[in-house]
């Protein structure tokens, strides 16, 4: 593996409730150098956006928690993580689906052919307006064939037929991560909020939302250096949060 610092501490699991909730408890009273990894072949409470559960099938799929100590970023600016998380998935699909359409669904759900293939939830613990650690919550569904949940998910063997090996998966982002979080590091935002709305789903397209509770429709025009969906709606342009609009698929 081609890494300076990601993944080169480890922690394995055979099962666990969920790998975010696992770390953060676990650096409660243990410290663990930034790019630690936990990783879980099972997880029986795994967590996603908006309070929702995250499915994955025990031992099919990649279900990780990353520790980055992203000291050097703003706290306002902490949707950067967010953004180098889904443009190195995004990476990494493309390494080993070339010829299948990758996007970014914002915040960032990881689509392949406009199906969710993986999520991912970044928790912050914030101190003295700085980011004193962040636990990214990766998850990518390989294996996995049937979903009970959700009709628009899928995996890589969804879309290739061909069953696949987690591990090279698994370094495979473990050196795009590395990669764009030392991009970051080194204050190339501008780039990094480009790439990012370049990668947007629906990018330039009218979509149907729900903004306030009603059914409209929206121009979807890329997000605010601290990550607001902008959307221009009745010609109008406007940002918002992710508790203030929803993708109506
Ligand atoms: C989403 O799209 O809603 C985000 C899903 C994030 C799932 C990953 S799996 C590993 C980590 N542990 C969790 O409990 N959640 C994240």
Known sequence: MDTLFTGRHLIRLEAVA???TFLQEYLKANTLPEGAVVISDQQFDGRGQRGNTWESETGKNLTFSLLW?????PINFQFDLNRITALALAETLR???PDEKVCIKWPNDMLVNEKKIGGVLIENSLR????????????????????RLSAR?????????????????????FEYLEAWYLQARSGNLEEIRKRFDAELFGLNSRLLFSIGGR??????????????????????????????????W
């Open 69 to 73: 100590k992203p000291v050097f970023l």
């Open 95 to 97: 390494f080993f689906m």
């Open 18 to 20: 969920s790998t975010n």
């Open 215 to 248: 059914e409209q429709e929206a121009l979807v025009c890329g997000t605010t250096p601290e990550g607001k969906l902008k959307l221009e709606v009745n010609g109008k342009m406007q940002e918002f949060d992710l508790q203030a609009v929803k993708w109506l």
């Open 153 to 173: 998910a899928t995996s890589f063997i969804a879309v290739t037929g061909e069953e696949m090996e987690r591990e090279p998966v698994m370094e495979k982002m």
């Open 128 to 147: 003295d307006s700085q980011i004193q650690h962040s636990i990214v919550g990766i998850g990518l569904n390989v294996n996995q064939e049937a979903f």
